[in-house]
C-alpha cells in the first residue's frame, strides 16, 4: 500500500517566523501531490497542488511546495507566518492507477501572536 | 457554487441504531468518496465510487455501506454503529479519481457513538 508521511506532527512558531512542514510519499510513479489545510472546525480546503511541469508550486495565502522527485518529497514552506495560519495542514497524493487519494496524518501549526 | 454538501454536520446517536449521512455534490463529478478522520491518524477511506452503481471498498470498509443510485449523491451507512465509529467524517468528490484532478470536500460530520 502507498503511504504518505508528515513528520512534524505539532509545530508552534511566533508569527514571522518561517515555516517549513515535511511530507515524505513511498510511490514510484506518477503521482500527483496536494497539500490541504484544515482551519478550526472547517473543511478541508486546497493549498496548492501539484500535477507536472515546474516542481516549485506556489499557492494561495503565500504558501508553496516544492516537489524532489528524487527524495520522494512534497514540503511546504512558508516564509513569515501569521497567526491566521493556525490550523492543520495534510499533505496527500493521487497515485492515479490505484484511483484513490493518500492522505499524512497531518501537521498542527500553532502560530502564537 | 461548486460545493459538496454533507448532513447532518453534528449527530450523536446510539450503539445499533442505523444511520445514514448524505453527500451530495453539484459538479456533475464522477467520483465520489467517504474518508474518516481521527487524530493522529489522518484521513483514511472508508468507500469510493468510480460512478454510478460503481462502488468499491477503501481502507476501512467495514461497518459501513454506500450507494450510488445517482451521480450527484452518496450516501454513508452505518447500519449498527458502534462506539468505535464515533469519529469526524467528510465526503469528497473530484472529476474523475485519476490523474490531474484534485478532491473537493463537504463540510464534515461529527458523528459520536454512545
Known amino acids: 500500500a502507498q503511504s504518505v508521511s508528515q513528520h512534524n506532527h505539532h509545530v508552534i512558531l511566533s508569527e514571522a517566523a518561517s515555516l517549513e512542514l515535511g511530507c515524505n510519499y513511498s510511490?514510484?510513479?506518477?503521482?500527483?501531490l496536494f497539500w490541504y489545510v484544515q482551519y478550526p472546525g472547517q473543511h478541508l480546503q486546497l493549498l496548492l497542488k501539484?500535477?507536472?511541469?515546474?516542481?516549485l508550486v506556489k499557492g494561495i495565502k503565500g504558501f508553496e511546495a516544492e516537489f524532489i522527485k528524487s527524495k520522494f518529497s512534497f514540503n511546504l514552506r512558508k516564509p513569515s507566518v501569521q497567526w491566521s495560519d493556525t490550523a492543520e495542514y495534510f499533505c496527500?497524493?493521487?497515485?492515479?492507477?490505484?484511483?484513490?487519494?493518500?492522505f499524512g496524518s497531518g501537521t498542527k501549526l500553532n502560530v502564537k501572536p | 457554487e461548486a460545493q459538496v454538501t454533507q448532513n447532518p454536520r453534528y449527530l450523536i446517536t446510539v450503539t445499533g441504531k442505523k444511520l445514514t449521512v448524505t453527500c451530495s455534490q453539484n459538479?456533475?463529478?464522477?467520483?465520489m468518496s467517504w474518508y474518516r478522520q481521527d487524530p493522529g491518524l489522518g484521513l483514511r477511506q472508508i468507500y469510493y465510487?468510480?460512478?454510478?452503481?460503481?462502488?468499491d471498498k477503501g481502507d476501512v470498509p467495514e461497518g459501513y455501506k454506500v450507494s450510488r443510485k445517482e451521480k450527484r449523491n452518496f450516501p454513508l451507512i452505518l447500519e449498527s454503529p458502534s462506539p468505535n465509529q464515533t469519529s469526524l467524517y467528510f465526503c469528497?468528490?473530484?472529476?474523475?479519481?485519476?490523474?490531474?484532478?484534485?478532491?473537493?470536500f463537504g463540510q464534515g460530520t461529527r458523528l459520536t457513538v454512545v
Open positions: 469528497a468528490s473530484s472529476f474523475n479519481g485519476g490523474l490531474n484532478t484534485e478532491a473537493f
Open positions: 510511490y514510484g510513479g506518477t503521482v500527483n
Open positions: 501539484y500535477f507536472s511541469g515546474d516542481p
Open positions: 496527500a497524493v493521487n497515485a492515479g492507477n490505484f484511483n484513490k487519494f493518500y
Open positions: 459538479m456533475n463529478h464522477e467520483y
Open positions: 465510487s468510480m460512478n454510478v452503481e460503481v462502488t
